[in-house]
């Protein structure tokens, strides 16, 4: 069956940096877009970044551009988020997505002095 499993949360003082993980299995992992999705207390979940199955093209919204960093590697079928520069307002559970439809168990990031 469909697993992701992330891993790489915790608490980071603001300006701090992380690398969240999500090793992917039970599918062709190189055949599929990956995404990172958060969400904030009391607040939607909202789309962070994406990789196309390839690993060539990325995507990321306004409010992560420029800190955070999307990549994948197709040998050890796992994605990952680098976040740095990271802001108060990053704090949020942080949720892998596989766009053959199923999400992971999600990782809590907290930004906090």
């Known amino acids: 069956q469909v697993q992701l499993v992330e891993s790489g949360g915790g608490l980071v003082q603001p300006g701090g940096s992380l690398r969240l993980s999500c090793a992917a299995s039970?599918?062709?992992?190189?055949?599929?877009?990956m995404s990172w999705y958060r969400q904030a207390p009391g607040k939607e979940r909202e789309l962070v970044a994406v990789?196309?199955?390839?690993?060539?093209?990325?995507n990321y919204a306004d409010s992560v551009k420029g800190r955070f960093t999307i990549s994948r590697d197709k040998a050890k079928n796992t994605v990952y988020l680098q976040m740095n520069s990271l802001k108060p307002e990053d704090t949020a559970v942080y949720y892998c997505?596989?766009?053959?439809?199923?999400w992971g168990q999600g990782t809590q990031v907290t930004v906090s002095s």
């Open positions: 039970g599918f062709t992992f190189s055949s599929y877009a």
């Open positions: 997505y596989a766009w053959i439809g199923y």
């Open positions: 990789i196309t199955s390839g690993g060539r093209s990325t």
